[in-house]
């Protein structure tokens, strides 16, 4: 066995030792959040750490002992240690919680090794500068330079791409999501509300109408992406026939377009909304289902025209479903890279359709520039986050129509 | 206020005929209950008149004119539902003024009938709360409130009160009595609680298989059933039958079976048709006397074995093996009761059925 074996069996440990970390962060976050503000000991522990923090910018201040971007990372792992330290020993106290929490244990372990490991790593990368140039070095020294808040700096001045900026970007993604969402909740509804109707072969349209979500997204895409070709795609073979079948629809405009090259942004959103209709129809199908008939009954009996039953009792009924779908709608279309990505993403692809995600990935793995997209991506969370607590809160989403 | 005809209404789904060829006469102010078990037709016959299910042959006329192709909207009606079916979104006022603001009333109108409805059914502090703040029976009476403010010509009950617990039944029971002697109105009751329909109704249909069965007064359905199947529906507790056959020695007319020879006091029904071999008696258990009373008409003695005795505090009920039959006596719950008994029953308040056609032969 040579030292090469023991080193690379050191980083494994090194890499589980991480993830036990992290998912004890994560079990003593939530025993703070669920405990410790009402303790005693609270205030002092949180207090605790301020003299400490002192301690830290005073030996910055004075001389080459630490650099800043050491004395942060020691803080924020001290910080951890700290809590992670307080709650074990709480823990341990109160046995009644110890099985509950080791029974949760392999969800956390899932969790960690799959969002809060890649998080950290996101949030360390954000504050150094990992790319092209930097690559070589820390692969083989493991060095960073540390470079504070530079790269979110530079995420709202300079241009994610080659020509659009954060803010044409931010824009765009927003018109996209609003569009996107839209025409997702209407064509579901309408075709939800067609289907709530007994009508022959229901289950043959529901199968139907189903399939674009339920094939691969990837598969899907790229099949409508063959379908707006210039040359070979359906879409413009059928404008060719129509213009040619009857020339008066060529003299009102109509004509073929490059539809990848020239009207991307379009392209992209009419293909988004036939793969999002169906999750849509099939929440709001759900929903109308679990409307208690007599509802209708007693409406008919008040006198209620359908419209007036679709507007009294349908629409405020649906609520408790259309609110967390259109909810989770937005976070999907907004984070939705796929369909921009994979019709606009080829080598001399346009910039015309991209959008924040779309944009943060080509940064990412086209233009190598890892630490900026990793400060970029932040900055998209945060919005994302912002944007769907808004919404929850104003849609009032959480609460039920029913009891 | 309006009266209800149903002239040879059917409902048939598929090949499945659930209503055949009903006819029924609802007067005006009339509180009429349809009570039968479930799967009887009841509830059918009820929606078709509100216009939820379709007519399939006959006609629905309500004062005089036939509604089978209007739509619910236009029969005016109210309902309520067995779940009460309140709007889970609207508030109690809301709930009561729907129909109302449907049909655009002036809101002055609207706030005032409503306050009125409230005020009737004692509501008016909840009238801002939704239907999941309120109890079973403070919804139950928003349902109601709901069906009073549209003044409608008829009021229609889906089995009200079969969502509630026993005890509230009963108030409940009480308030819609007072309510139709206050409203005058004309109310079609669905329940499959013979309770309800004895205590509540004007008139009782009796309903089974989708059948019509007996059309009466409470006192009448109770008193004289048509069949064996209104007499074992109707009265609680249950009608006891025995078997047995028509036997004529002389001039007298006798019901005999293996454990019982009783002379039977009064006519036949002339011209009913009907097996001697094969016929039942009926006595309601509240008819068999343990020991001989002198203002009633009471038969021949009979000889029965005690099985079981069920205190139930006022009244005692005493479960007996006569022949092959067995009978329950309510007796006053002082009686002392022995193994072996003899009873007599109250010869004015027999009845006798035809086995095969279950009808009333005399």
Request: proline share 4%; hydrophobic share 50%; net charge neutral.
């Amino acid at each position: 066995m040579n030292s090469q074996v023991l080193l690379s069996l050191l980083e494994v440990l090194q890499m589980v030792g991480f993830v036990a970390f992290v998912t004890l962060w994560i079990e003593a976050y939530l025993y703070v959040h669920f405990n410790f503000p009402k303790k005693s000991w609270f205030l002092p522990a949180v207090l605790s750490v301020v003299p400490f923090a002192v301690l830290l910018l005073v030996l910055v201040a004075v001389g080459p002992v630490i650099t800043v971007g050491q004395a942060v990372n020691i803080y924020l792992y001290s910080l951890l240690a700290e809590a992670l330290l307080s709650s074990f020993f709480r823990y341990k106290g109160d046995k009644k919680l110890a099985l509950p929490y080791m029974l949760i244990m392999p969800g956390f372990v899932g969790l960690a090794l799959l969002i809060a490991y890649p998080l950290v790593f996101e949030v360390y990368l954000a504050f150094h500068d990992l790319k092209l140039t930097t690559l070589k070095v820390w692969s083989e020294t493991g060095y960073l330079p540390f470079v504070n808040f530079e790269h979110f700096y530079d995420v709202f001045t300079k241009s994610p791409l080659s020509e659009v900026s954060f803010w044409q970007l931010l824009g765009r993604t927003l018109w996209w999501t609003v569009v996107n969402v839209f025409f997702h909740v209407a064509g579901g509804l309408a075709l939800a509300l067609l289907l709530n109707n007994e009508i022959r072969l229901r289950g043959l349209y529901r199968t139907l109408l189903v399939i674009p979500w339920a094939m691969p997204c990837v598969v899907a895409v790229l099949a409508m992406r063959g379908e707006f070709h210039s040359e070979y795609g359906f879409i413009n073979i059928m404008i060719g026939r129509l213009t040619d079948a009857f020339p008066m629809l060529a003299q009102l405009g109509m004509h073929k377009v490059q539809w990848l090259s020239q009207h991307a942004f379009l392209t992209c959103t009419i293909i988004n909304v036939w793969l999002g209709i169906p999750f849509m129809m099939v929440v709001i199908l759900g929903g109308l289902q679990s409307i208690p008939k007599s509802y209708y009954e007693a409406a008919s009996i008040d006198g209620a025209s359908r419209f007036q039953k679709f507007r009294h009792v349908t629409l405020p009924l649906l609520r408790p479903v259309l609110a967390p779908a259109v909810t989770l709608g937005t976070v999907w279309t907004f984070n939705n890279i796929n369909v921009i990505y994979l019709v606009t993403g080829q080598s001399g692809g346009t910039e015309e359709a991209d959008i924040l995600v779309s944009a943060l990935y080509k940064a990412a793995f086209t233009f190598n520039r890892f630490s900026y997209s990793a400060a970029f991506a932040l900055v998209i969370f945060v919005l994302l986050a912002v944007i769907s607590l808004m919404w929850l809160k104003f849609s009032k989403g959480t609460e039920s129509a029913y009891d | 206020m309006a009266s209800v005809t149903f002239s040879n209404v059917k409902k048939i789904y598929g090949d499945n005929e659930v209503l055949h060829k009903v006819n029924l006469e609802i007067q005006d102010k009339e509180f009429l209950i349809l009570v039968g078990p479930s799967g009887c037709g009841k509830s059918t016959l009820l929606r078709m008149l509100a216009g939820l299910e379709e007519i399939s042959s006959g006609e629905i006329a309500i004062d005089g004119q036939v509604v089978n192709d209007l739509p619910p909207r236009d029969r005016q009606l109210a309902m309520v539902f067995q779940d009460y079916a309140l709007y889970p979104h609207m508030t109690v006022e809301e709930n009561m003024s729907f129909g109302l603001r449907i049909r655009k009333l002036p809101q002055e109108e609207i706030d005032s009938r409503v306050m009125d409805a409230a005020n009737t059914l004692q509501i008016q502090k909840f009238l801002k709360r939704k239907p999941r703040q309120l109890s079973g029976g403070q919804r139950q009476r928003v349902a109601i409130g709901r069906a009073i403010v549209r003044k409608p010509k008829v009021f229609l009950f889906d089995e009200p009160l079969s969502n509630l617990d026993a005890k509230l039944r009963e108030e409940m029971r009480v308030e819609l009595a007072k309510l139709h002697k206050k409203l005058g109105a004309t109310m079609v009751y669905v329940t499959h609680d013979q309770v309800e329909a004895m205590t509540l109704a004007s008139r009782i249909a009796v309903m089974h298989a989708g059948y019509i069965q007996q059309i009466g007064t409470p006192i009448e359905v109770y008193s004289r059933p048509d069949n064996i199947f209104v007499a074992g529906f109707i009265g609680s507790p249950t009608m006891n039958f025995m078997d047995g056959s028509l036997e004529t020695e002389g001039e007298l007319l006798y019901f005999k079976n293996e454990a019982m020879k009783l002379r039977v006091p009064f006519p036949l029904c002339e011209g009913a048709e009907f097996d001697r071999n094969a016929v039942v008696l009926g006595v309601r258990p509240e008819d068999v006397y343990t020991e001989r009373k002198l203002d009633k008409n009471l038969g021949d003695m009979v000889r029965a074995k005690v099985e079981v005795v069920e205190l139930l505090g006022h009244r005692k009920n005493v479960y007996l093996e006569c022949g092959k039959s067995r009978l329950l006596a309510t007796v006053p719950a002082l009686f002392k009761t022995e193994e072996a008994m003899f009873l007599w029953f109250d010869m004015d308040r027999v009845h006798l059925f035809d086995k095969a056609s279950g009808k009333r032969i005399c």
